[in-house]
Protein backbone atom coordinates (compact mmCIF):
# COMPACT_ATOMS: atom_id res chain seq x y z
CA UNK A 1 0.00 0.00 0.00
CA UNK A 2 2.35 2.17 0.27
CA UNK A 3 6.23 2.85 -0.55
CA UNK A 4 7.79 1.62 2.73
CA UNK A 5 5.86 -1.73 2.98
CA UNK A 6 6.52 -2.63 -0.17
CA UNK A 7 10.68 -2.07 0.51
CA UNK A 8 10.56 -3.67 3.78
CA UNK A 9 8.61 -6.86 1.54
CA UNK A 10 11.41 -6.83 -0.96
CA UNK A 11 14.20 -6.67 1.98
CA UNK A 12 12.59 -9.71 3.62
CA UNK A 13 12.24 -11.83 0.37
CA UNK A 14 16.46 -11.03 -0.34
CA UNK A 15 16.98 -11.68 3.27
CA UNK A 16 14.50 -15.73 3.35
CA UNK A 17 16.84 -16.21 -0.26
CA UNK A 18 20.21 -15.33 1.69
CA UNK A 19 19.09 -17.36 4.95
CA UNK A 20 17.24 -20.27 2.69
CA UNK A 21 19.53 -20.74 -0.61
CA UNK A 22 23.19 -19.07 0.98
CA UNK A 23 23.27 -16.74 -1.60
CA UNK A 24 24.21 -12.77 -1.85
CA UNK A 25 23.36 -10.37 -4.07
CA UNK A 26 26.28 -7.84 -5.42
CA UNK A 27 24.37 -6.78 -8.67
CA UNK A 28 20.46 -4.94 -9.15
CA UNK A 29 18.74 -3.04 -11.37
CA UNK A 30 15.25 -1.93 -9.64
CA UNK A 31 12.20 0.09 -11.14
CA UNK A 32 9.13 1.04 -9.44
CA UNK A 33 6.16 1.33 -10.96
CA UNK A 34 2.97 2.58 -8.91
CA UNK A 35 3.74 -0.20 -5.64
CA UNK A 36 5.56 -2.75 -8.05
CA UNK A 37 9.24 -2.96 -7.59
CA UNK A 38 10.12 -4.56 -10.51
CA UNK A 39 13.98 -6.36 -9.52
CA UNK A 40 16.64 -7.82 -11.65
CA UNK A 41 19.02 -9.22 -9.63
CA UNK A 42 22.89 -10.74 -9.94
CA UNK A 43 24.85 -12.66 -6.97
CA UNK A 44 27.12 -15.65 -5.61
CA UNK A 45 26.66 -18.50 -3.66
CA UNK A 46 28.39 -17.23 -0.24
CA UNK A 47 30.95 -19.33 1.71
CA UNK A 48 30.11 -17.49 5.00
CA UNK A 49 28.63 -15.17 6.93
CA UNK A 50 29.86 -13.49 10.12
CA UNK A 51 27.11 -11.73 11.11
CA UNK A 52 23.69 -12.06 9.61
CA UNK A 53 20.67 -9.49 9.66
CA UNK A 54 17.64 -11.20 11.99
CA UNK A 55 15.08 -8.71 10.87
CA UNK A 56 14.00 -5.90 8.40
CA UNK A 57 12.46 -3.09 10.29
CA UNK A 58 10.18 -0.15 10.26
CA UNK A 59 12.51 1.44 12.63
CA UNK A 60 13.70 5.18 11.39
CA UNK A 61 12.75 3.79 8.17
CA UNK A 62 12.70 6.77 5.53
CA UNK A 63 12.41 7.10 1.40
CA UNK A 64 13.63 10.02 -0.46
CA UNK A 65 12.33 10.73 -3.82
CA UNK A 66 15.69 12.37 -5.82
CA UNK A 67 15.42 13.46 -9.45
CA UNK A 68 17.50 10.37 -10.34
CA UNK A 69 15.53 7.42 -7.88
CA UNK A 70 15.70 6.85 -4.36
CA UNK A 71 17.44 7.41 -1.32
CA UNK A 72 16.41 5.39 1.77
CA UNK A 73 17.44 5.49 5.57
CA UNK A 74 16.78 2.33 7.11
CA UNK A 75 17.85 0.44 9.97
CA UNK A 76 18.19 -3.58 10.48
CA UNK A 77 18.20 -5.79 13.56
CA UNK A 78 21.65 -7.49 13.54
Excluded: W
Amino acid sequence: PDAESLLVSFLNEILFQMETAFVGYDGYDLKVEQCTLIAHLTGAPLKTVNKGIKAVTYHNLVIHRKPDGFETTIVFDV
